[in-house]
């Protein structure tokens, strides 16, 4: 996503044609702010200029979502690192056997009394 003026976003070429190189498929792009515009969390303001230019502003009841993501972004930079070695330890384990959940390194195994 590009800033575009003000509060507006305007969505850029992040889209991956094949969609097998880790990046976000052209279908995602469309149907996500479509889902966002009709769950009234965004409006759609196409440039009368550039007809293929669309930028997408929050609206009023869109920025009331702010305060959470800001919280979850907080805990993703907080946690980051431990999500991504449960995600390294699950893509090391061998798929064959089921193996239980490990606990990370702030879970507690001591015995309870």
């Known amino acids: 996503m590009g800033q ?7 969505i850029r070429s992040l ?7 880790g990046g976000i498929s052209s279908k995602v792009l469309t149907e996500t702010p479509r ?5 009234g969390l965004v ?5 009368p200029e550039a007809p293929s230019r669309v930028e997408y502003q929050l609206t009023a009841l869109g ?3 702010l305060g959470a993501i ?5 805990w993703a930079f907080e946690y ?20 239980a959940p490990r606990p990370g390194p702030n879970y507690d195994t001591s015995p309870v009394n």
Do not use: C, I, K
């Open 70 to 74: 800001d919280a979850v972004g907080a």
């Open 15 to 21: 889209a991956d044609p094949q969609g097998d190189d």
């Open 63 to 65: 920025r009331t979502l």
């Open 80 to 99: 980051g690192d431990e999500v991504v070695a449960a995600q390294e330890a699950a893509r090391t384990a061998d798929p064959r056997s089921p193996r």
């Open 35 to 39: 889902r966002l515009q009709s769950n």
């Open 43 to 47: 409006d759609r303001l196409a440039d």
């Open 4 to 10: 575009g003026r003000g509060n507006r976003l305007r």
